[in-house]
């Protein structure tokens, strides 16, 4: 089979497409033939060595990929049937075990879950993880129905899954932003409402002006830097903002009186510290969701598999609008 194989993390010239052989599966495992590796941001993270210090080391050299979709190979007794398409996605994969950049892939069938007949292999690339961070995330915030929600990034995987998932989950009003009018524009023309134009105002002005000052009952913020800073003015009293990711930068500068004032609070979530029960729970909702109409996961672009590096670089250096995969 095709493989791509990372030797060392200083970026995308160390990655070489090579022959290898189909992986033998434990018996706690699902042979996957791939048809649409997910190309994401911790992908771009482990090749270029950017992640956090207190990870653990990268088993090199690895095959990347954090998630992806395909077809179950093999019969087994893991209760998923041969031709089924499925999706996975887990800390683990294209950092410490071989990833789903590659024809074929050993899969855990903890790690494994049925794709919805709504959404495509490309689709389910990256929403098998996003879909699953944003629930929990607003599961761990206290969402109800009524609640008031922003949920950061339109464009990004979490941001867009969050925005989805606060309405079908039976939000009164959920906001979200962008950097550029021309993601605002892109937002507006995939119906989303509420969308702050961030080059045009700030994000407490935009958020206090829809709320009739009042601010929002919860903040899912999956950009972090100085972005997080001005989400926090938008939390009304005893409001919550979760915490999950630093596109945006790893460093930030909060005001203390922005919580104080509202005895408003900040948590920190990560998905891959979630339960096996966890994520089967998260993976239902997102199906019954897909089943009801209720979300449609935005793609940007499939890569041919030999043009990973490129697929790799784009994901990284133009912020796209929806995901981005390879095509096998």
């Not at 990870?55 to 090199?60: I, Q």
């Not at 915030?141 to 949920?151: D, E, I, S």
């Not at 464009?155 to 959920?174: D, E, F, T, W």
């Amino acid at each position: 089979m095709k493989a791509w194989m990372l030797n060392t993390q200083t970026g995308t010239a160390d990655l070489d497409l090579i022959d290898a052989n189909i992986p033998s599966i434990a018996e706690n495992e699902v042979l996957v033939r791939m048809t649409a590796p997910g190309v994401v941001p911790f992908d771009n993270a482990v090749i270029n060595d950017e992640n956090e210090d207190n990870f653990p080391a990268a088993v090199l050299p690895i095959q990347p990929g954090n998630q992806g979709a395909g077809k179950v190979a093999n019969e087994g007794t893991t209760g998923f049937k041969k031709g089924e398409r499925v999706m996975f996605g887990a800390f683990v994969y294209g950092f410490m075990r071989p990833g789903s950049w590659a024809e074929y892939v050993a899969v855990d069938a903890a790690h494994l879950t049925r794709i919805p007949d709504s959404v495509s292999d490309a689709e389910a690339a990256q929403a098998v993880v996003a879909y699953p961070t944003a629930y929990m995330a607003l599961k761990e915030a206290g969402m109800a129905p009524g609640k008031t929600v922003l949920a950061t990034g339109i464009g990004g995987s979490v941001g867009n899954a969050a925005y989805q998932l606060a309405k079908a989950m039976g939000a009164s009003k959920v906001f979200s932003s962008t950097s550029s009018s021309e993601k605002a524009a892109r937002a507006a023309e995939h119906g989303f409402d509420n969308v702050i134009d961030m080059s045009q105002q700030s994000l407490a002005e935009g958020v206090l002006a829809g709320t009739n000052g009042e601010g929002v009952d919860i903040v899912i913020d999956s950009l972090g830097g100085q972005v997080i800073a001005e989400a926090i003015k938008c939390m009304k009293r005893y409001g919550k903002t979760i915490t999950l990711g630093f596109a945006a930068g790893r460093q930030s500068k909060v005001a203390l009186a922005d919580l104080i004032l509202v005895r408003g609070s900040i948590q920190g979530f990560g998905v891959y510290t979630s339960s096996a029960a966890e994520w089967q729970e998260a993976w239902e909702v997102f199906r019954g969701f897909c089943d009801e109409g209720k979300i449609k996961v935005l793609f940007d672009k499939s890569f041919p598999f030999d043009q990973a590096p490129q697929a790799l670089r784009y994901m990284a250096t133009q912020r796209p609008f929806g995901a981005v995969a390879l095509a096998i």
